[in-house]
């Protein structure tokens, strides 16, 4: 269907393959995997390269040449990792000054590359290329992929690199200097419905005045869910971890993202001390290579621990579960809770950032929060990021006050455990529809490069 396109007043018609504007694209990341994984956004920018190469476009990713960069495997041809050289001595600098010296080695590589038609950076990682590049005269666009509200500390900046921000705020300049942002439509919502707290202020004014001058894209979790081949679901998957599974008493919730405070493992582990008595099992997945919770031993008292699960394994565990429990601080694109809706789960969260686009699906059950409860968790987030996501003692302080949220969270479990195990339903499984292309991340960008290019030519004539 044609639309009019509110910038320029001029028809946009839908673009043919023939028609696509973008033949290369460079991306600027931290992770991708299976180069370097240390969470969600690795397996995000993966598959957004993948949408991209499916569109024929040449996709080079630069990446940090760190010594725990795996190497890939299943690659196209079109898609074309480069690894950048770091220095040994960065491994024990701070990371914002690792991501600075990340960026100017891809501020140079990427002069070096003739034919791309957009760059993109992405998250905190990619942030100050995105600032050294506005410096920069040039006709590629520049792209900043907002993945979560990570605004680190620019205490460790030199006064020169500080200089070069035009905020206080390292992603707020990002957002202020790209020529398109990408982010959900969720975390717009929150910026428009409360006020953020003081270290997130800046971020929050320029994603609305992004947004305001139509430079802000929102794309949602659910178009970068993977394709899912036929009868995927049928397939055995013999790897020893799975084996755990046969082991863990049922009925069991599944808290199916990494366990950190950032990520709602407080919460969760306030949920799993209630649940006790009602002899729910409440399970969570190791980090690699560690053991659980090991600081916070009488946190973990109540959970069930498994080790760190492969991508399939997890789909596994989820599809298991009598329900998935996300009780996110912040969200970026809520791709955990996709995951799990999409496997056909009951699937609890909380209405923060990317999980507001969530509720149009049937297995999707929202924990109501108040505009002055979603104030409060943010709360909680800026002064995570200030101290160190994963920070117990900050979640200490706030725990009291978010009892009144533990107890809805513990009755929308109990909840949806006992009409399971009653065999009582209520939970829609139909199978999860494919989702419109259209609406896949790469197809989204590129049809915003486009009219980009069309509202610069009208630009022109103007």
């Known amino acids: 269907m044609d639309s009019i396109c ?42 957004l390269a993948n949408q991209f190469t499916g569109m024929e476009i040449e996709t080079r990713v630069l990446l940090p040449d760190w010594l725990d960069t795996h190497p890939g495997n299943d690659l196209t041809p079109l898609l074309m990792p480069v690894l950048l050289k770091m220095r040994g001595e960065l491994r024990r600098a701070p990371r914002v000054l690792q991501c600075s010296e990340f960026c100017r080695l891809a501020l140079e590589a990427v002069e070096q590359i003739a034919g791309s038609d957009c760059v993109i950076a992405h998250s905190d990682e990619g942030a100050m290329f995105t600032i050294l590049r506005s410096r920069k005269r040039s006709c590629k666009l520049s ?31 990002a957002v202020m200097t790209a020529d398109i942002v990408v982010t959900s439509a969720g975390i717009l919502k929150d910026a428009r419905e409360f006020e953020w707290p003081d270290r997130l202020k800046e971020l929050q004014k320029a994603l609305t005045i992004a947004s305001d001058e139509h430079r802000l894209l ?6 970068c869910l993977p394709e ?21 008493p049922s009925p069991y919730v599944l808290f199916p993202c990494r366990p950190s405070i950032d990520k709602g493992f407080g919460i969760f582990a306030a ?20 053991q659980a919770m090991s600081e916070n031993l009488s946190r973990s008292a109540f959970i069930y621990w ?21 009780p996110s601080i912040t969200e970026g694109f809520g791709l955990a809770a996709a995951e799990s809706i999409s496997q056909g789960a009951a699937t609890l969260y909380q209405q923060v950032g990317g999980h507001h686009g969530l509720q149009a699906f049937p297995n999707a ?40 949220l533990i107890d809805k969270w513990v009755d929308a479990i109990r ?48």
């Open 271 to 290: 949920i799993a001390e209630r649940l006790q008595a009602d002899n729910i099992t409440c399970v969570a997945v190791q980090r690699p290579g560690q």
């Open 218 to 223: 929102t794309v949602e979790s659910m178009g």
């Open 143 to 173: 792209v900043f992929w907002l993945h979560s509200l990570y605004d680190p500390p620019i205490d460790d900046f030199s006064k020169d690199q500080r200089q070069l921000l035009p905020s206080r705020s390292l992603l707020a300049s």
């Open 6 to 47: 509110v910038i320029c007043g001029l028809t946009c018609l839908p673009i043919e393959p023939q028609h696509i504007p973008v033949k290369s694209v460079t991306m600027i990341s931290w992770e991708l995997d299976p180069f370097h994984t240390r969470g969600g956004t690795a397996y995000a920018i993966r598959r």
């Open 365 to 404: 059950l929202p924990v109501p929060l108040t505009t002055s409860e979603r104030a409060q968790l943010y709360g909680l987030w800026s002064e995570l990021v200030y101290i160190y996501p994963d920070s117990w003692p900050v979640w200490a302080r706030h725990e009291i006050s978010l009892r009144p």
């Open 306 to 326: 498994l080790p760190w699960l492969a991508q399939d394994e997890l789909l596994v565990a989820v599809r298991n579960a009598a329900c998935t429990v996300l």
């Open 415 to 462: 909840s949806v455990v006992h009409r399971a195990v009653a065999g009582m339903g209520g939970i829609e499984n139909a199978d999860f529809p494919e989702r419109p292309v259209e609406e896949r991340w790469a197809n989204k960008l590129v049809e915003e490069i486009f009219l980009a290019q069309r509202r610069e030519g009208v630009k022109g004539i103007l």
């Open 228 to 248: 899912v081949p036929e009868n995927s679901q049928d397939k055995s998957i013999s790897v020893r971890n799975v084996e755990k599974l046969k082991y863990v």
